[in-house]
């Protein structure tokens, strides 16, 4: 195939095949199911006459944004690696489940010779490998599970630029971007104050302010970014620090704690505002031993009650038992992600199981 997209081919019509694509207009007799079908056989042709090469695909990445737009797709992401699209669908059941369903949308650098009328009209550009057809049957995926919403979880509905040996699925994991909810966080427009707001945070190093009590560093922020009432604010941290075991150090300062109740105050801190994903940087690696078990503790009653966590960790055995999912990383690289049970208990990388020898042997 990569010899294709150097030097241009005349391809034939297939034997007995695409012509006979070619038919009269549906019979009325057809049942409803199938005659749904005919909007995406006019919109199949349609691509079909309008091939684009690789990373090209600008015209058809703009038909499949507006129709998922139309049909109500919650979220319809534009531009990854030039010309790809995700679509974002929430269903109407809870779950954390999420699935990919993948189009390739680039046509061949080949010469059409196939005399029906959606030919292509480009000359030296084809889609002989039946992306058009992909294209329009994700389309038909999105429109029924946009109607219907009968799934538990989030299914991104991923349209790829460049599949004909130009590495477009690498182009769109390279471009890359972070999501917090249905909103491109990574986006160089985005405010990063807002998105802050959204976030929760805990250190390795505690990172409270010294010169506050207890009481107005769990609150600091609650007060100051979020506008909350000192009242609402100093109540709702009465109630956390009496979750976390120090309602009797509210007015003390930080260097009367030891490091386990510090870190129990910045996790305090950190939930004090409601985030809707707290990120947990290596918590434990400044503890004492003996400290460590009741900081962990408090992560897993949070984990357990629904919470959002991205936890940065060494703690193995930890991340086994309360983790959804692992992923292991090696010099800023992902080597292996998957379930916690699988990755941990059964790793396929041999990194993954060399670094996991340390905690076994």
């Not at 059409?112 to 084809?126: C, I, K, T, V």
């Not at 105050?265 to 400290?291: H, N």
């Not at 055995?317 to 692992?326: L, Y």
Request: aromatic share 4%.
């Amino acid at each position: 195939m990569a010899a294709l997209a150097k030097e241009r081919r005349r391809c034939a019509s297939l034997p007995g095949g695409m012509s006979r694509m070619e038919k009269p207009a549906l019979p009325t007799d057809l049942d409803e199911s199938f005659a749904d079908m005919a909007p995406f056989v006019a919109l199949r042709r349609d691509l079909h006459a309008h091939p684009e090469l690789g990373f090209e695909e600008h015209r058809t990445a703009g038909i499949v944004a507006a129709r998922l737009r139309e049909w109500g797709v919650d979220a319809v992401h534009e531009g990854i690696a030039g010309t790809g699209v995700v679509g974002v669908l929430h269903g109407r059941h809870a779950g954390r489940r999420t699935l990919g369903l993948r189009a390739d949308m680039d046509a061949l650098p080949l010469d059409e010779e196939n005399r029906f009328p959606h030919r292509s009209l480009h000359a030296g550009r084809m889609h002989a490998c039946g992306h058009d057809g992909h294209t329009a049957m994700l389309l038909g995926a999105a429109k029924y599970l946009a109607e219907t919403r009968d799934f538990s979880g989030t299914v991104h509905l991923i349209f790829q630029p460049a599949e004909e040996s130009l590495a477009g699925a690498k182009a769109m994991i390279d471009d890359g971007q972070i999501f917090l909810g249905d909103e491109d966080i990574s986006d160089p427009r985005v405010d990063g104050n807002r998105v802050r707001a959204r976030l929760g945070a805990v250190f390795q190093s505690f990172n409270l302010f010294p010169h506050l009590s207890v009481l107005d560093n769990v609150t600091l922020a609650s007060r100051v970014v979020h506008r909350m009432p000192r009242r609402d604010a100093e109540a709702r941290a009465a109630e956390l620090l009496a979750r976390v075991g120090l309602a009797d150090k509210a007015k003390d300062h930080p260097d009367r704690l030891s490091g386990g109740q510090q870190q129990r105050v910045a996790i305090a801190r950190a939930i004090a505002t409601d985030p809707e994903v707290l990120l947990l940087d290596e918590i434990t690696s400044a503890l004492d031993p003996e400290l460590v078990g009741e900081v962990l503790e408090l992560v897993r009653d949070l984990a357990s009650e629904g919470a959002t966590i991205l936890m940065a960790t060494h703690e193995m055995a930890f991340a086994r038992d309360v983790a959804d999912r692992v992923v292991f990383l090696d010099a800023g690289t992902i080597v292996e992600q998957g379930p916690s049970a699988s990755v941990l208990r059964h790793p396929q990388e041999a990194r993954t199981r060399a670094f996991l020898a340390r905690f076994t042997a």
